[in-house]
Every structure is written in C-alpha cells, then in structure tokens.
C-alpha cells in the first residue's frame, strides 16, 4: 500500500513538474529539504522511508546494513509511489546508481537531487535526529555504499551548506527554470 502524500501549503495547484528525488545518506535532510520542496511548488511530498517492510526496518533498528536483495522490493514500491498519481518530491536515499536506475523504470521522468556533506557535518545532524528507526551508527555503511549522482543521470549535487529553506529555495530555481 502506498502511503498518502502530503502536500505543500498551495496544494491542489497546476503544477508541470515531474518526480523529483531528494537523495542522499541519512540525516543529511533529505526529509526536511524535500518537504520544503513540495511546499514551495506545490508537489506532494512522500518520504521513502514511510515504504519500508518491518523487515527493513527491524535490521536497520538493531543496526544491521541492508543488502542490495533486501532494498530491491522497497525500491520497486518506492518507484511506484512516484509514478502513481500528482508527481511527488520523494526523500529517498537512492545510495547507488543501480537504485535510481530501478526507480527510473517506474518513473522515467524523475530527477534527482543528491544532498552533499562533509562527513563531520552529516554526523552532527544525524547524531542530533531523535525518532528516527536508523541510528547513527550505520551512517558509515551508507557513506561507504554511496555512488554520487553522475553527470548522465538527470539532476545534480547541491551542497548542504545553509539552512534548509535557502537550499531547497536554490533547488525550487532549478526546478522552475529547466
């Protein structure tokens, strides 16, 4: 079952945006960022994480890396959400390059936005998350797994350097001028 989007303060207005995907490590602001996104255009929001199996996130709980077989069946839900009604900003890691590939053949119209960071910076912002299933110890197996958006892949790398608003203000200009 796909969960309900959220959307954005202007919710329910023409919009011809396609997918877009804010990716990136964990606790980097994926979430955060990606919500503001669809505030500001006027897209659903959906966070990928909301499409795990119990399974994933009882591994991802006990500090257990997943494996690529256990992320395939959340990827394909993941890429159907995208594809499934109002295009939506989608928070969702999409660590490599073979994920964003499963997620393109659901939704071959997607974008994405790959958060970037210096490490010291990412642990501070995840070791600050509370509430959140994955802890900061398996921060360093998605660094280590991490395959940076290339420059065939469609969208680009923003720097997490600012507050949230002005960085997915920067990532609305882009949006809107393409």
Known sequence: MIPQPTTGATAGAAHAHDPIVVMGVSGIGKSTIARLIGEQL???????????G????AKMSAGIPLTDEDRLPWLHRVGEALSAGAAPVMACSALKRAYREVLL???????????????????????????????????????GALEPLQSDEPGLIVLVDDDPVPIASRIVSWVTSR
Do not use: C, K
């Open 42 to 52: 006027g897209m659903p929001y959906l966070d990928a994480d909301d499409l795990h």
């Open 54 to 57: 119990e399974a994933n996130i």
């Open 105 to 143: 053949t659901h939704a071959p119209r997607a974008s994405f936005v790959m958060l970037s960071a210096d490490a010291e910076r990412i642990t501070a912002q995840v070791t600050a998350r509370t509430g959140h299933f994955m802890p900061p110890a398996l921060l360093q197996s998605q660094l």
